[in-house]
């Protein structure tokens, strides 16, 4: 199954992309997606499935938009 993933911030310049899509096995969790990815296990962010906050447990479906973005705070 595919998804698109978009990379927001500093994550663009970890992994080595800002948009693509990626090749996953049917009833791959966001976790599995994440962890085939090149970023930082330490850093925390937020991850959204088209449009709507996920849990890592999360299973993906061909087609799903996912954003992976750090956490940001500030004011």
Do not use: C, H
Request: hydrophobic share 45%; glycine share 10%; proline share 7%.
């Amino acid at each position: 199954m595919k998804v698109r993933v978009k990379l927001i911030g500093p994550l663009v310049y970890e992994a080595g992309f800002s948009e693509k899509d990626v090749e996953l096995p049917e009833a791959a969790t966001v976790e599995a997606l994440l962890a085939g990815l090149a970023l930082s296990q330490r850093r925390p962010r937020i991850v959204t499935r088209n449009g709507r906050a996920v849990v890592p447990q999360e299973i993906l479906e061909e087609g799903d938009r996912i954003a992976v973005s750090p956490l940001y705070s500030g004011g």
